[in-house]
């Protein structure tokens, strides 16, 4: 086993001890990059990590991640260092800035090796829309089933053990999903807890930014780091910054842990609802109490529909700079607006112009009041609704999706309560603007499964603590394709 | 037949605050183009508005002066259209809740109702050339407010002065400079002319690109008559957008008006609602200048000005704020506003500079007033010391010295020995005052000044001379 494989503060121990160098780790993550067979890679900072690595000076001891290397989803800006959203309408891109996380992560001296894939502009939840193609799931070699997405390349890199962590972005479950497939901490905080500026904007009123890391400690650690106010990014909160670990192995006796009726019972893996149920007596048995509590099922199965008028109306203005004269290829015309017809219907893939076209259609001052205000004023319904759940209970906890990963050519039927409330019910905590984290719970036929625990709004510390409490108690700790050999 | 003609009117103001709306850019006019931006002002992916402070308070400040209901809540929205000076393929503005409702503006004696004043962010600059066009995005993101009239003017003379007041309001507050050559106020005009029997108002034609006050009132009287003769020969009018056309002073067809354009609006969430507090609403009229409308109260019924004088002195800021100066150290408001208007200007205009310029400052003009006032200098001689300033910019006092000029002298027995000189030497004009010649004392005195070289006091040495006069009875 090698250095690499560990967890981020078990992989500090070992820089602390001069066990390995950075530098050593960024070489052997980047042979781990170009070896790895799952199309996870938008570009490879070869030159610039090694760069940071060599030129990294003395260890810091307080300081975890000194010498960590990551992995970025290619929606951040990065200074200098190429980035698309995997569309090829940014192909070529280079950003003069850095997005205020992976500043923070330099300042810090991390240092990332990598931006890698997502579906086009964060719009999907397959990990197969991007320019490049499908990205694997690497705990299916055979290449057929999906790693979810939109953070398809850093669920990828982690769950392959090339990093330790990945940065992501979550506008519905672009985080929390793949994180279930890929056996993975994925972790996404309150609204407003970390700074949007530099993710590409595909919601902003649900986008947040996050990551992927292998055990609850590190997500804990990490948000310590990345979490605060911003201002370049002014829906940033300006609530303190806690040391999220300091908590994270409290008892958690006494604490209301809510399931959501409705949504277990849509879900049809019996695999899945048997670990569920153990899942909870391991709580049960930690002095947890389990509420069942009850959502209008009607109001679930709109959750969907909700999310997609508002993040497709949204999109289409947020990706209106892309147009052919300020960003994208340029496809000649005789006027401003051929050459924008020109560049917007070449560059972007046709599932995109779909999504902008239902957006258009719903935002017309004709359509607005039936589809763009309605989405809206039910979201606030939605919101209220778990609101009142959060109120007499600390974290809502879930499976984090029905089934493992699905296959790439999977037939699903949307109209059914499986796919319309468990596959997308974890967009409540984008609607509400809740911390949400997904940990590994189990397997089916080698392929793994996540649940997810959404707590209060900025009660970070509280959610980790309870998330830590079950993980302890579960074989996943530091899951990997190569911890799991 | 009677015609009437309906004009409302929106105006754009460029403000000259630090930095732009929503971005850390400086705000800069005339310079060398993309020199004044910041990744949000290209639309960089990914980047973010951040509001600015300075031009909020601005435009609390122009409701108040425009008597509007100051919104207690910030909001934000898209307004979505694909331009090429557009940099991100929408404009934030604010739709819904503009911050200022409902004000007004009383012109000669008409009151023009204003609608809304909302905020927004400027766009490019688009320079055209035949084969391709360039953009500058030194304007992109420059803060704005929107001032929206409804359709309530019915001259285009009253619709040029509200303009003009308009202009005279951000300028004196300092909200911007209100060039309209420079495009810093811009102008849309919507005409519409009704027989007076009519009930309905008349098809609405939109007027673009006025870029002068002067324009104005020319533009618009020649729309309104336009329209005129086109009912008249039964022709239809067309609802359309026409632009001025400066060299044949008139309007000219640009496009034909069809659906209007569905911007799309939803809010901008990358805003949260700001609340604004009735103390920062208080504060920021507080601490606002004085407008041009109380200077003039204060002129005419504090200093006792002319209406001739007021409206110099408050031709622009720069200038009121020199008088002003002046008025808060000397009580002599009326001289002030002489060397001013006749001294000052003249000087300004020979030599094309401001008053920003102007080597004197109040202070020194001050001195030399108040020193002529209180009769220690005759008025021909302030004037000699005046040029030497300007000529040497140097203060009163310097010039005092360095022309040998000791002051007027108010010496009691000096100006008697010169006054008892002057009569031994003019026997007829004593005669001739005593005979009731008013003329003689003038003579007599005017001998005196010239003796002493002008510099006695003049009331001084009229008094002593009626008294030695009336002792040689």
Not at chain 2, 76 to 83: A, I, L, Q, W
Not at chain 2, 277 to 290: G, H
Request: charged letters at 25%.
């Amino acid at each position: 086993m090698s250095y690499l494989d560990l967890t981020i503060l078990d992989l500090h121990k070992a820089l602390v001890e001069k066990k390995v160098t950075p530098l050593e780790l960024v070489k052997e993550a980047i042979d781990r990059l170009k070896k790895d067979d799952n199309n996870a890679v938008e570009y490879l900072m070869e030159k610039e990590a090694i760069e940071l690595a060599t030129n990294i000076g003395e260890i810091e001891v307080d300081n975890p991640v000194w010498g960590i290397p990551f992995a970025i989803k290619d929606n951040f800006s990065t200074k200098d260092v190429p980035t698309c959203g995997s569309s090829d309408m940014l192909k070529g891109y280079v950003p003069v800035y850095n997005a205020t996380i992976v500043e923070k992560l330099l300042k810090k001296k991390a240092i990332p090796v990598a931006k890698v894939t997502l579906d086009e502009l964060a719009m999907g939840g397959t990990g197969a829309t991007g320019h490049l193609g499908k990205t694997y799931n690497p705990y299916d070699p055979s290449h057929k089933k999906m790693m979810g997405g939109s953070s398809c390349g850093s669920a990828s890199v982690v769950a392959s053990g090339i990093v330790p962590f990945a940065l992501g972005s979550d506008t519905g479950d672009s985080i929390r999903k793949p994180a279930s497939y890929g056996g993975l901490v994925g972790f996404k905080p309150s609204w407003g807890r970390i700074s949007r500026y530099g993710l590409f904007p595909f919601t902003p009123s649900l986008d947040a930014a996050g990551y992927f890391t292998r055990s609850v400690k590190d997500a804990a650690m990490l948000l310590s780091i990345v979490a605060g106010e911003d201002k370049n990014d002014f829906t940033s909160s300006n609530k303190p910054v806690e040391n999220y670990v300091d908590n994270i192995d409290k008892p958690i006796k006494n604490i209301s842990i809510a399931v959501i009726k409705e949504i277990v019972e849509s879900i049809s893996n019996e695999t899945i609802i048997n670990q569920f149920k153990e899942t909870l007596k391991i709580y049960q048995n930690l002095g947890a109490k389990i509420n069942y509590v009850s959502m209008d099922k009607h109001l679930l199965q709109t959750l969907f529909p909700t999310y997609y008028i508002m993040s497709c109306s949204e999109a289409t203005s947020n990706n209106a700079n892309l147009d052919g004269i300020k960003f994208g290829p340029y496809f000649d015309g005789t006027t401003y607006i051929e050459a924008m017809k020109n560049a917007r219907t070449k560059g972007f893939s046709e599932r995109i112009k779909r999504r902008f076209i239902i957006g258009s259609y719903s935002l017309m001052k004709e359509n607005q009041n039936e589809l763009f205000l309605r989405a809206a004023k039910n979201r606030h319904k939605i919101v209220d609704e778990v609101n009142k759940i959060l109120k007499t209970n600390d974290v809502i906890f879930l499976p984090a999706s029905p089934t493992t990963a699905a296959p790439f050519d999977n037939k699903v039927d949307q109209l059914k309560d499986e796919y319309l409330i468990a596959d997308n019910y974890m967009v409540i905590a984008n609607f509400a603007g809740l911390p949400s984290i997904t940990i590994p719970c189990g397997f089916e036929n080698d392929l793994p499964f996540g649940f997810n625990l959404t707590g209060r709004a900025f009660e970070e510390s509280k959610l980790l603590n309870i998330a830590k409490a079950l993980e302890d108690k579960l074989p996943y700790y530091n899951l990997s394709v190569r911890s799991k050999k | 037949m009677g015609y009437q003609a309906t004009i409302g009117l929106e105006i754009h103001v460029e403000m000259k605050t630090k930095s732009k709306m929503f971005s850390s850019s400086p705000v800069g006019f005339m310079q060398e183009p993309n020199t004044f931006t910041t990744p949000y002002d290209l639309a960089f992916p990914g980047t973010m508005p951040v509001p600015n402070k300075q031009a909020v308070i601005n435009a609390i400040r122009v409701c108040h002066a425009l008597h509007m209901t100051i919104d207690n809540e910030l909001h934000f929205d898209r307004k979505n259209y694909f331009y090429s000076d557009l940099p991100k393929g929408y404009q934030i503005t604010q739709d819904k809740r503009p911050i200022g409702r409902d004000g007004y503006l009383d012109i000669n004696g008409e009151r023009v109702e204003i609608e809304r004043l909302h905020m927004e962010e400027d766009t490019a600059k688009q320079l055209h050339f035949p084969k391709f066009t360039l953009l500058d995005y030194n304007r992109a993101g420059i803060p704005l407010i929107e001032i929206v009239t409804r359709p309530c003017i019915h001259s285009a003379d009253v619709a040029a002065k509200y303009v003009e007041t308009i202009r005279e309001i951000v300028s004196f507050l300092e909200v911007s400079d209100g060039k309209m050559e420079e495009g810093q106020l811009r102008c849309d005009v919507n005409v519409s002319v009704k027989k007076d029997s009519d009930k309905n108002l008349g098809t609405k034609v939109e007027v673009k690109n006025i870029n002068s006050f002067n324009h104005i009132k020319i533009a618009l009287e020649y729309e309104i008559q336009r329209q005129i003769k086109a009912i008249e020969s039964n022709e239809k009018i067309i609802q359309e957008t026409r632009r001025y056309d400066e060299e044949n002073k008139a309007t000219k067809s640009m496009r034909v008006k069809t659906d209007s354009v569905d911007y799309k609006y939803f809010p901008e969430d990358n805003i949260i609602p700001i609340k604004l507090s009735q103390k920062f609403i208080d504060d920021a009229i507080k601490t606002s200048n004085e407008l041009a409308s109380e200077k003039r109260v204060r002129y005419k019924v504090k200093f006792n000005l002319n209406d001739y004088d007021i409206s110099i002195i408050l031709s622009s800021l720069p200038l009121a704020n020199y008088f002003d100066e002046c008025a808060k150290k000397s009580k002599y408001y009326k001289t002030i506003a002489n060397w001013l208007i006749v001294d000052i200007m003249a000087y300004l205009n020979k030599n094309a500079i401001s008053i920003n310029e102007f080597k004197i400052t109040p202070e020194m003009l001050v001195e030399l007033i108040n020193e002529k006032e209180s009769g220690v200098i005759s008025n021909k001689i302030a004037r000699e010391i005046f040029a030497y300033m300007l000529e040497n910019n140097v203060n009163c006092k310097t010039a005092k010295q360095r022309l040998n000029i000791t002051g007027q002298t108010s010496d009691d027995k000096a100006i008697r020995d010169l006054v008892i000189e002057i009569l031994n030497n003019n026997e007829q004009s004593i005669k001739d005052y005593h005979a009731g010649k008013d003329r003689a004392l003038g003579f007599l005195i005017g001998q005196v000044m010239k003796k002493s070289g002008g510099k006695v006091n003049p009331s001084l040495t009229s008094k002593i001379m009626v008294e030695e006069l009336n002792r040689r009875k």
